[in-house]
């Protein structure tokens, strides 16, 4: 199997590294990342830019890696199309420090980047870990076996999805995870717009308060995280949004006929 693994948070990230190096034993491990931060960029690629592609050494035995002067989903394209040897049969982004849920998965430069495995029919993963604050100490490694699990589960033929897989797993101790929960993304998010008219500023704080995280809607993605369970929420994109065209034809083709009249 070979795997491509890509983020947001930039190639020198320990979370990239520790997902490249449980990858590994799953297949051949190709990694492709930002050669700086590019959190919050979504799905945004060079269009106009030349993009900077360099071959790093790898701390991990056996994979190639390459940091990229562009945004995640720059780092995937590439990767698929022009710097895999072969076909990639697997797509992992992550892992970001900080969840990826609700509302915010659109602005996501982790989830977005599986854009691009998804488009051609490649499973793809994108994985965060949740720390309720940023003085929190990062443990990748529970969540890095998770996805190995989930990988090795999708290489045997055992999880067949057309969907992308969002894995938001909490920064806690593998024996205080409550158990791992299929969830759909929240209509809310974290993104808050903040400061004063000249100096705004749009934030990200790492975690709700208490009184906040009682009122979560059961079966969410943000809901799971803060009651201490796995979240893995299946993405779907379809532009077209196919309910709406019957209705909208009647008015269009009203519009029509009133507007080309002459």
């Known amino acids: 199997m070979n795997i491509l693994v890509t983020n947001d948070d930039g190639i020198d990230s320990q979370g990239l590294w520790t997902l490249a190096e449980a990858m590994s034993r799953v297949g051949q491990v190709l990694v492709v990342a930002p050669e700086k931060q590019q959190s919050g960029v979504g799905a945004s690629i060079s269009l106009h830019n030349g993009m900077s592609v360099v071959e790093m050494p790898s701390p991990v035995l056996g994979i190639r890696a390459y940091a990229v002067g562009g945004t995640p989903s720059d780092c995937a394209f590439l990767g698929i199309c022009r710097l895999s040897q072969g076909h990639v049969d697997l797509v992992v982004s992550g892992i970001n420090l900080g969840p990826n849920v609700g509302s915010d998965i659109l602005y996501s430069g982790t989830v977005m980047a599986t854009l691009q495995g998804y488009f051609r029919k490649i499973p793809s993963i994108a994985v ?135």
């Open 128 to 262: 965060s870990l949740f720390s309720r604050t940023r003085e929190e100490e990062p443990n990748f490694s529970i969540t890095a076996q998770f996805v190995e699990t989930l990988a090795l589960n999708i290489k045997n033929g055992k999880m067949k999805t057309d969907a992308i897989l969002n894995v938001n797993v909490p920064n806690i101790p593998k024996e205080q995870i409550k158990g791992i929960v299929t969830t759909r993304a929240a209509s809310t998010g974290y993104v808050k717009l903040s400061g004063t008219p000249g100096n705004y500023a749009i934030d990200y704080p790492f975690g709700l308060n208490n009184s906040a995280s009682k009122t979560l809607e059961e079966g969410t993605d943000i809901w799971a995280i803060h009651s201490g369970f796995i979240s893995v929420t299946p993405l779907h994109f379809e532009v077209t949004h196919h309910d709406v065209i019957p209705t909208l034809s009647e008015a269009v083709q009203e519009l029509e006929n009133g507007f080309l009249i002459f």
